[in-house]
């Protein structure tokens, strides 16, 4: 296996990084997944914090040195172990040697954006480490680097992805006898199938191995069963998408060298009491478990008793604050503007907007409903790039639509909520409320990638934060095809192309007068993905060349500004010089939110004038 094409593997391993708990597990897996990796024939590389930390320019150094070989690379396979979180839709991140020092952690998907510009036909990442939530202000300002500068050759790779933790959720290793025995869940499981030891891994398409789609079924399957055996949960997610006949793994009687042995720690006794959820400690990393129960913080003590009356006693709980779902579903907006077009902003106070200067908006009915509209007094014609200045400085960084009044819900981070409700339907946004409140609490589960896009894409017309949102679980699998599917079906609906979608379309973009105009080349028809694809032809079938006006100028979601830095030659023209350098001015929140100085700056980027209220 891999003497004709080249194949590459790059095993990472980070044990030890500052601030966090010590993970021997990261450098045994990863030591034996290099070792799996070599054995197959793969050109492979063990970088790991064993004898000298893991930086981001020492992974930059050590992926150079394969990319500089001019043979083309056909698969190149990473393989992470340590620490990790997640930050959005799908975007997650890997922390290194220095994360707190430098502020810095490696976002794995603009990582394989990047070497997708080496022309490599086919990447796999596997990722075993945590996909938590950010728990606080350090955690939430993290710069993202995607490792690489860009190459040269432009390519379209299929992609595999095994990642050990749904959104949200927290990876798992298991103490051995010592630390050499020390074994995570997800990496034990894979390491036994990718070397041919568990005949379930096997493909039932191809007689004597392992292939992409069987063994993410097994993965599927396995990760769960071995974790419950030691008292825990974990779901791994898969999306496996290499092509049937070049995606094999393992092949029955390769390779020479034998298969090691695999010793599972025993598993624990009954499991005690619960004391905490896994993932509402505080750690970041994969956790130790040891009998069943997590090393971490433990649970604070609850104080009860101590002088309380009688009437004190039976007071009832303090109310839970409303959730954000709770938050968009009661908040008040404005009947239909007879503009067409407007917001409604609720947890922050509007001192003015901002707009070009051929569009003018004012308040309507109330201090936070404003409409826009055409300088002349006609409905809005085209989408506008607006910014709202609050009350604090803060700038929400927002398109105005045609026929659609955009909903605003602010937090201390900025907007946390961003919901496009069509003046022309009484329908609301239930989809919308609910893909974002999932996004908040870490439950919009991307496990299933196709099949939660697809249902996403089935309400992008009503709201296209929807199509936005299945945008970014199409770029986290590489299928640009389907970005640009979307694309399409937006200008033959007669409605704008949302700036995220264009972008991770990779299209080429050009002025037109007031508009910004992106060019959809043709794309090809293809089978249908195993479920709800064979459902819906829109979502497979082919589609023509076509070109549409882009909403807005700058990404709707704060995740999508990390694409502005080293653009593909494409994305140029979607991105004006100066854009990208307004990224350090984001504040943590959800979608695009800026300080005083950024608003300010992005402000005079575009020309856009103030709108204040009548006095």
């Excluded at 004709?4 to 030591?31: F, Q, S, T």
């Excluded at 630390?179 to 379930?200: I, Y």
């Excluded at 010089?577 to 001015?585: D, E, I, P």
């Amino acid at each position: 296996m891999g003497n004709e094409k080249r194949m590459v593997a790059v095993a990472i391993g980070v044990a030890g990084p500052e601030r966090l708990p010590y993970l021997p597990a990261a450098l045994n897996c990863a030591d034996r997944f290099f070792k799996w990796a070599t054995a197959m024939g793969y050109e492979a590389k063990l970088i790991t914090d064993e004898n000298s930390p893991v930086t981001v320019d020492r992974l930059r150094k050590e992926f150079e040195a394969v990319l500089k070989d001019p043979t083309p690379i056909h698969r190149m396979v990473i393989y992470f172990a340590g620490h990790g979180m997640i930050r959005e839709l799908e975007s997650g991140l890997w922390l290194l040697s220095d994360w707190k020092t430098e502020g810095l952690v490696v976002a794995y998907e603009s990582l394989r954006r990047r070497l997708a510009t080496f022309g490599i036909s086919q990447i796999a990442i596997f990722s075993d480490a945590c996909r938590s939530l950010p728990k606080d202000v350090l955690e939430m300002q993290l710069e993202e680097r995607s490792v690489l500068a860009l190459g040269s050759n432009q390519a379209e790779p299929d992609l595999d992805k095994f990642v050990a933790a749904r959104p949200g959720k927290q990876a798992f290793a298991l103490p051995g006898s010592s630390e050499q025995d020390d074994v995570s869940v997800f990496s034990g499981v894979l390491l036994e199938a990718l070397w041919g030891t568990r005949k379930e891994a096997f493909s039932n398409v191809v007689a004597g191995s392992i292939t992409s789609s069987s063994l993410g079924k097994f993965l599927k399957a396995e990760v769960p069963r071995v974790a419950k055996k030691y008292g825990l949960t974990l779901d791994p997610s898969v999306a496996a998408a290499f092509p049937e006949g070049d995606n094999i793994y393992f092949e029955t009687g390769t390779p020479a060298v034998a298969a090691p042995s695999f010793d599972w720690p025993p598993p624990p006794g009954p499991p005690a009491p619960p004391t905490a959820a896994v993932e509402d400690t505080d750690l970041l990393g994969i956790e130790i478990q040891s009998g069943g129960a997590a090393v971490g913080p433990a649970p604070s003590p609850v104080t009860r008793g101590g002088g309380l009356s009688g009437n004190e006693s039976l007071r009832r709980p303090p109310k839970a604050p409303p959730t954000l779902l709770d938050r968009l579903r009661r908040q008040r907006l404005p009947p239909p503007f007879a503009t067409g077009a407007g917001f409604a902003v609720e947890g922050a106070s509007i001192r003015r907007l901002w707009t070009p200067s051929p569009v003018v908006a004012e308040p309507h009915l109330d201090a936070n409903w404003w409409m826009a509209k055409e300088s002349n007094g006609q409905p809005l014609r085209d989408p506008t790039p607006v910014l709202i200045e609050f009350d604090d400085g803060r700038f929400a960084a927002v398109a105005a639509l045609p026929d659609f009044v955009t909903g605003l819900v602010c937090d201390t981070r900025g907007v946390s909520a961003l919901v496009y409700r069509s003046c022309n339907s009484n329908e609301g946004a239930p989809g919308t409320e609910e893909a974002i409140d999932a996004l908040e609490r870490g439950t919009l589960r991307a496990d299933a990638v196709i099949e939660l896009a697809v249902r996403l894409r089935m309400g992008k017309h009503r709201d296209p934060v929807l199509g936005v949102f299945a945008a970014y679980l199409y770029d986290s699998i590489g299928d640009v095809g389907s970005i640009r599917r979307m694309a399409y079906y937006y200008i033959m609906h007669g409605q704008p192309i949302p700036y995220d979608i264009a972008l991770l379309a990779q299209v080429r973009a050009e002025r037109q007068g007031d508009r910004l105009v992106a060019h959809i080349p043709k794309v090809a028809g293809r089978s249908p993905k195993p479920g709800a694809e064979e459902q819906y032809a829109w979502t497979h079938a082919e589609t023509p060349a076509a070109e549409g006006v882009v909403g807005g100028v700058w990404p709707w979601l704060r995740q999508g500004w990390v694409f502005l830095a080293d653009p593909t030659d494409p994305e140029t023209t979607l991105i004006p010089n100066g854009l990208a350098r307004l990224s350090k001015n984001l504040t943590r929140a959800r979608f695009s939110t800026l300080d005083n100085r950024g608003g300010l700056d992005l402000a005079a980027l575009f020309g856009l004038v103030p709108r204040e209220p009548p006095q």
